[in-house]
């Protein structure tokens, strides 16, 4: 060896306990961040099922005492106290449903997961049941293409697929019947599913706001608190996966997620390398 590589080698063994220092030293203020960060978001989603349920004792008064008003002393002779009264019922009635949806939202990212192999198709099939009957009618037409199975926790899921549908028979054009495809496939490491309709779709520009808690695009033309989306995306996030939208605005949007396609004890490490981009033919994506 020459003397230059001979003195690069000895500086270089001489340098590597310094760098295993600082190495060390870095790691542990990120463990602490990490933990400390931790600590942060379970107190505020603690803060936030308390306040959701103490919020709604006080509500439910409200409501039950407007009503007590209305009825059980007979018509209000003036018409304006009356609607002033109902106006109170109705909005207190919209609370109580924020904070239930609130509760919903916290819960979500606490309640302990129970794994299994799930028959999406069949889930789903229930799932549309629920919403619209097993058959077309009036409020929209549900059409399920194939869909493989899903290592995933069952309740969960069905929650996912059910905010998505109901968002979907949602956000219709005036005049028109909800038109709704759901599909999915595999993919190298992952299941990809999909709720698909052709509604009023909206602006990608905006679509960072979709899946954060009261990221509504129209707020004043549809019913909602905006917290629909935000659940589907931890839901899908505890899971290992990843959900992202595609839409243009008047022509549709597409809700996409991804699910692992194994147990982790059966996935394969360098799988998701060869994993979807969640990028369509036609459009841009967003993933979260």
């Given at each position: 060896m020459s003397e230059p590589a001979d003195r690069r080698w000895q500086a270089l063994e001489c340098a590597e306990p310094a760098i295993d220092w600082l190495r060390q030293a870095l790691e542990v203020p990120a463990a602490e961040r990490t933990l400390a960060l931790q600590r942060r978001v379970e107190e505020l989603e603690s803060m936030n099922a308390t306040l959701s349920h103490d919020l709604r004792t006080p509500l439910a008064s409200v409501i039950n005492f407007a009503a007590i008003l209305g009825e059980g002393y007979g018509k209000i002779p003036n018409?304006?106290?009356?609607d002033c009264l109902m106006r109170i019922s109705s909005n207190a009635r919209t609370a109580v449903a924020l904070l239930d949806h609130l509760l919903a939202f916290s819960q979500s990212g606490r309640e302990e997961m129970h794994m299994s192999q799930v028959d999406v198709r069949r889930l789903v099939e229930s799932v549309r049941e629920d919403l619209i009957g097993n058959v077309a009618s009036a409020r929209g037409c549900?059409?399920?293409?194939?869909?493989?199975?899903?290592?995933?926790?069952?309740?969960?899921?069905?929650?996912?697929?059910?905010n998505l549908i109901s968002n979907a028979l949602k956000f219709v054009k005036q005049g028109e019947a909800a038109r709704i495809e759901i599909g999915g496939s595999s993919h190298a490491g992952e299941r990809v599913y999909?709720?698909?309709?052709?509604?009023?779709?909206?602006?990608m520009g905006c679509v960072d706001r979709l899946f954060e808690v009261f990221g509504r695009l129209r707020p004043a033309e549809f019913e909602g608190h905006g917290i629909g989306?935000?659940?589907?995306?931890r839901l899908v996030r505890r899971h290992g996966g990843r959900v992202w939208a595609e839409s243009a605005e008047g022509s549709g949007a597409t809700f996409l997620f991804s699910l692992p396609a194994a147990s982790p004890g059966q996935r394969d490490p360098q799988s998701r390398n060869g994993a979807p981009s969640g990028k369509s033919h036609n459009g841009a994506a967003r993933r979260v």
């Open positions: 018409e304006a106290a009356y549900v059409a399920i293409a194939e869909l493989p199975e899903a290592y995933a926790d069952p309740a969960m899921l069905r929650r996912v697929f059910a999909f709720v698909r309709d052709q509604g009023i779709g909206f602006d989306l935000a659940t589907v995306a």
